[in-house]
């Protein structure tokens, strides 16, 4: 496999429509079969989604702000 280098800092925020209204996402993997999307999310203040499934796992690591998961 080859190593990828990707500069966060030179993409733009896009509308992310995997996400409710307001989130903004810079896709950094598309990912694969074997390997997991990899993203960049902004959420606005007060930001919410309705409860939801996965089939594969998801990491989240909060840079800015706080978060909340299952109340």
């Known amino acids: 496999m080859n190593a990828v280098s990707v500069n966060a800092n030179d993409m733009k925020w896009q509308a992310s429509e995997s996400y409710s209204a307001g989130a903004e996402q810079k896709v950094l993997s598309i990912g694969g079969s074997i390997a997991p999307r990899t ?5 606005p203040s007060g930001w919410s989604m309705d409860a939801h499934s996965h089939i594969h796992t998801e990491l989240h690591y909060v840079l800015e702000g706080e978060y909340e998961s299952k109340g």
């Open 39 to 43: 993203i960049l999310l902004k959420l």
